[in-house]
């Protein structure tokens, strides 16, 4: 037996050794480079999803009357259609507030025949798709089903976007307390068209929880730690997403015991609607439901401040319908 | 010289050295010794913390890198790591030497392969599955880590303590550290150590993670034990001496070989040499372990592994715990990705605050280190820990960057708060037992302090009034250093005890 290999055998040999040892460091080059898992995203700034104005409509209508349906399609079309704010083609993201895993009548969860007028009104426009996403404080599944929201979602043509942990990501607001914090980004990065649905709510710590509150069932983390600046976390949030339209759903009003309510001593038949591009304003207006004024609502004077609105809503052009 | 008596030398220093690496990072000693070069240069700590953290933790152009590094020697030269430099092997090797029989004609029966050897590798895969989802038990079993835990967490306070008792002083500077559970870590290490006076080697055989890891590795080695059949006249003595039990009488299991030279040496006829390329049939390059084995290992480790994790078994993934990492961890379960129960922060620690976790971690935290504030304390201006740390589960930070003057690798703001302290005001003697205290306001180390007085008038219970000091908590200032609890004059549970950072914003 031969003790020596051929040529074309030890070229093999040390070839397959040294391509091994080349990819095991290049491979460990490559890795060092790498971002470790878990490491934090870089932040993301949110966008404005506002629309411009639109000549001869008004920026802001209050809607009175009944059914629900009805508000909403008069709504639209006091401020110039549907049109002006959904063209073919867009994604449409629908914050409306489902915190709560209870039946709509207890008025803590947005109206869901307000939400499905508003997802049809989208799906007419032309929307390539409507998402209807929220981070509840109950268990997920369950608000979604119990207030009716998911129903109603599905049964307009929306679709009901759960929150995951992959969803949320870190937000730019430099110089804020919700600087870096995590929220539900993905639906909001997919979205180009953004509105708010939300009900008029008495709160505990608040006063009251309206269209800017309801922007906090898209933060993450531990966000029960923002009560200790309520107020200035909702004045960050009407900074922080800049929506093409609120609704303020007053439909049902939670005078007490909010924000859960839970007998139906704690609401009210409000009957009334209103729809706007300025959510300080409608908060300012949804004050008044609540019987008492925006100079109650600390945070609205801290948003106005920041020039993220008007607190002082009468001086929009607002136009005041009755159905 | 013989080769053998080198790699007997080549043993002793890297032994030696491994031992004064451990001996020179404990506090006041280390002066900036690259004292985690074993870890560092571990390439199965390499290769799993890589997996699960999908990024090579390095240092320049140290840390992880040479553990790399050294995967690169195994490609090209085998396993010489095992047989050459490993300190654990080394021990092993000296156990057997000095406690395995020295008849021939056992020595060559112990050396023989047996077919259950195999093990170490459905250990390896299960290992490396466990860390593709991020969960790290590589430390359990890995040779380095599980002696470097041994030696800090055991050995040395058992030789500290037998120093000090003979009158001889101690290999600690002040007093002998102690380490909760530490007893288990030592059956661990010894049962181990004395299997070798059973079987050779029987940890580095069959159980023995990074071995099996280079053994995969050795596989296109170009360089290897080469047996000339024609010289041969199949004594077997090569088997007398031979360290992975590798067949050098028969086909050489490239993967199970150790490089020892022993075979070389034992030979009468001169039929072994360590050769270059030397003909292919006279090695098998794998090991053998069947490939539904291989499956059922990997299969096995991706179910155990989760499983635990969701079954409770480890950590609440709440990411809150109860218990207090050292400053500049990652957060949970970024930990957890890279910790590899080395203990060697326990060996840095100058307070000995730093304790081995029993199961109260957690099973994935088994080892991994925690603060026992009765114990010690987290003296603010000391980052130790994370500078010996291999893997980066604790960061390095500088002294300004835990206190918050420099920018911190974590991005966060303002000092390192590992904890926020609160008080049990039933315990607390000014709160509960009109008596005078705040030894916890007089120690906090925070300027201005995190713990501060309220003058407060009581009416005693013999109806006196008088005015006592209580202490109370800025969580805004407070880094849970715990230096309060440790100097709480409370017996038992302190009055005033660190949890974990209470997060104000």
Redesign the interface.
Known sequence: ???S?SRR??IK??G??GA??AA??GG?LW??G?????A?PAPWALPSWAVAAKAGAPDQVVVRGSPAKRLVEAALEELGGIQRFVVPGDVVLIKPNAAFDRPAWQGSTTNPDVLRAMVAACMDAGAAEVLVADNPIHVPEGCFRKTGLGKATEEAGGRVWLPRKVDFGPVALPGT?LD?WSVFLEPLKRATKVIGIAPVKDHNLARASMTLKNWYGLLGG?RN??H??LDETIATLAGMVKPTLSVLDGTRILISNGPTGGSPEDVIDGSVLAMGIDGVALDAFGATLLEITAADLTYLGMADRQGFGTSDWTSLDTREVTV | MRIANVRVISQAFFLVLFIACLYLATAPRIAGFPTSIFLEADPLVSVAVTIATGHLYHVGATGLFLGIGLLIATLILGRVFCGWICPFGTLQHLVHWLGFSRSAKARIDGNRYRKWYWIKYVILIGLLVGAAFQILQIGLLDPIALASRSFTDFVFPVIDQGLRLLGLGGIAPSQTPVFAGAWLIGIVFFTFLLMSVVIPRFFCRAVCPLGALMGVFSRLAVWRIHRDVETCDACNLCLKGCEGASDPHGTLRLSECMVCMNCVEDCPCQALSFKFLPPSESAKPWPDLSGRRAVLAGVGGAILFPSLRRAGATVPLSGSPGWIRPPGSHPEAGFLARCIKCDACLNSCPTNVLQPAGLEAGFEGLWTPILDMRVGYCDVTCTLCGHVCPTGAIERLTPDQRSGKAERPDGGEGPVQIGTASYDRGRCLPWAMDTACVVCEEVCPTSPKAIYNRKQEVVARDGTKRVMQRPFVDPKLCVGCGICEHECPIRGPAAVRVGSHIGTI
């Not at chain 1, 790498?34 to 878990?38: A, L, S």
């Open positions: 037996m031969s003790e290999v055998d030890a040999r040390i397959a050794c091994a040892a095991l460091g460990a890795l060092s790498r971002r470790p898992r878990g934090a307390v870096g531990p730690q923002l200790q600046k």
